[in-house]
C-alpha cells in the first residue's frame, strides 16, 4: 500500500499496533521522515544501571502513547521509525560493563591501573570498543541523512550520541548544542574510560564543528570540569539549577528564562536531553538521579520555544532513561518525551505537524 492509503486505513484512536514501530506507527522506514537510533549500550557507569535497556524500555511504552498529540496532532502522518540496533552494541555492552566494573573499584580504592597490566590491558579494549560503536553509530546516521530523513538517537547512556554529533558535524560547518542535564558531563576520561558518560561533552568540545555549548538545569559538577568551562573562554555557558531557580523567585518568569537561552545558541541546534535533568520522580531510576531539576512542561515548553525561534534544530539525542524492576514509569516518560521532540524536530524543519488544538476554557 502506499503511504496516504496505510493512512486512510490507520485508526490512530486505537492502540498501536503490537507489530508495528515505534508508537505503533504501521510505515516503514522509507515511508517515514523520521528515523530513531537506538543505542542500548552502559559499558562505564559507575553507580546505578540500567541505561542499556531505555531504548526497549521507551519503545515498549510508546504503544500506550495517545497520538493526538495537542500541539502536534498530525505528527504521527509522517511516520517515525526504530531502527533495530545491532545485536553485538547490547552484546558488547553487557560484556565490557563487566570487564570495566574492576577497573572502577580498583580506582575508587585509591590505585592507579598503570600498576595492574591486565586491568590496563582491559581498560585499553574498553577504549577500543567504545570508539567502535561511536564509528558505527555516525555511520548509521549519515545513511539515514543521506536517504533525506531526520534522525534522532535514544540510549543507553550518555556517551552513545558522540558518534551522532560527529555525523551532524561532517553536514554541518558549525552549529551548537543545547544540553539539558543535571550534570555538566565535562570529566576528562573519567575514572580512565576516554568515552565515559560523565566526558560525553568534554569529548564533544573536541568537534571544531560545535561552537556553542548551551547547558540547562545542572547541579553536579567537579573542579576539573569547571576549569574545562573556564578555559573553553565563552563556547560553554551554564545555567545551573540553583541559578535558574534563583532568578524565578526573584520575579523572572520561565518564558523570559528560555528567551534568554535561545539567545546564546548559534542558529544550528543540536538537542542532547539527559532524562536526569527533571525532576527525580519523572525518572526515578535513572542511574545518576540529583536532586532538584525541571518539569516535563518546562522541557517542552523551552523545546516549543526553540522551535519557532527561527533556529534550525538539526536533531536530538534522548539519553539515560532506565526502567526499574517493577513498572513502566520510566520508559512512559522517555516514550512521551521522545514523541515531543520528534513533533518539535518536525516542526522546525517545515514538515506538517498539524495546527495546535485549542480546547475552550472558560
Known sequence: ?????????????QPGLADATVFGLPF?????????????????????AGASEGSEAIVEASFQVDLNHQDFPEL???GIYLEEAPTHWKQNSDKYKALAQPII???????????YPALQSDLDKINKVCRDLHTEVKEKVLFWMQQGKKVALIGGDHSTPLGYYEALASIHDNFGILHLDAH??????YEGFTYSHASI????????????????????????????????????LIN??????????????WAQQCDAIMATLPQKVCISFDIDGMYPWYCPNTGTPVPGGF??????????????????????????????????WDGNVGARMLFHMCGVLAKNNGLNVGQKINFQRR
Do not use: H
Not at 1 to 13: W, Y
Open 201 to 236: 561533552m568534554y569529548n564533544a568540545l573536541q568537534i571544531p564543528q560545535i561552537t556553542k555549548l548551551v547547558q540547562v538545569g545542572i547541579r553536579d559538577f567537579c573542579e576539573q570540569e569547571v576549569g574545562v568551562v573556564k578555559k573553553e573562554n565563552g563556547r560553554v
Open 76 to 78: 504521527w502522518k509522517l
Open 184 to 189: 555538566m558531563d565535562l570529566r576528562i576520561a
Open 28 to 48: 516503514s522506514a522509507e515511508q517515514s521522515e523520521i528515523i530513531i537510533i537506538p543505542v542500548p549500550w552502559e559499558v562505564t557507569v559507575s553507580y546505578g
Open 295 to 328: 518539569s516535563f512542561e518546562q522541557a517542552t515548553y523551552l523545546f516549543n520555544k526553540l522551535a519557532e525561534s527561527g533556529k534550525e534544530i538539526i536533531g536530538f539525542d534522548l539519553v539515560e532513561v532506565a526502567p526499574g524492576e517493577t513498572g513502566d
Open 105 to 115: 573499584e580498583l580506582l575508587e580504592s585509591g590505585e592507579a591501573v598503570e600498576n
Open 1 to 13: 500500500m502506499t503511504k496516504q492509503q496505510i493512512i486512510a486505513n490507520f485508526d490512530p484512536s
Open 240 to 253: 545551573t539549577d540553583a541559578d535558574l531557580k534563583a532568578e524565578t523567585f526573584e520575579g523572572k518568569t
